[in-house]
């Protein structure tokens, strides 16, 4: 039985030792009900719970968390402290880092970055090779795409 830390445990309400594990390709933490395909990696603290997915060769690392019903897909990335809950999908070759949150229905696809502060949410998408940092927010219905970059303190809402 793996020695499960608090901090992990209490991401989940009630769960319990047996209820995790580590990803045997990177070592990061699992919750029962998620899903890490072998491929995949999930490493360092990293941390999938849920009923989240990490399919393909994608790679969550550092302190990120991957929850609820989210996807990880393709080779997308999220990595630092960054959080994709909800029903949020990262696929693509997409970059998810530093202290961002995807959420909601949100979509980050292609080769899109999301960093820094910034939030995406709702039915939000950013694709193609848009970029989204600082501590923006894309919201609502909102798409931001081709090689746009929101960046600063900027909020894009639909």
Not at 24 to 47: E, F, I, L
Not at 52 to 81: C, E, F, K, L, P
């Amino acid at each position: 039985m793996e020695n499960v830390p608090n901090d992990v445990l209490e991401l989940v309400s009630s769960s319990a030792l047996q209820d995790w594990h580590k990803h045997p390709n990177g070592g990061g933490w699992v919750y029962k009900d998620a899903w890490v395909s072998d491929n995949a990696r999930v490493t360092g603290n990293a941390r999938v719970y849920g009923n989240a997915r990490v399919t393909g060769n994608a790679r969550v690392s550092g302190n990120a968390r991957v929850s609820g019903n989210a996807w990880i897909t393709g080779n997308a990335r999220v990595s630092g402290n960054a959080w994709v809950s909800g029903d949020a999908w990262v696929s693509g070759n997409a970059v998810v880092s530093g202290n961002a949150w995807i959420t909601g229905d949100a979509l980050v696809t292609d080769n899109a970055v999301v960093s820094g502060d910034a939030v995406v949410s709702g039915n939000a998408v950013v694709s193609d090779n848009a970029v989204v940092s600082g501590d923006a927010i894309v919201s609502g219905d909102a798409i931001v795409s081709g090689d746009a970059w929101i960046t600063g303190n900027a909020v894009v809402k639909k």
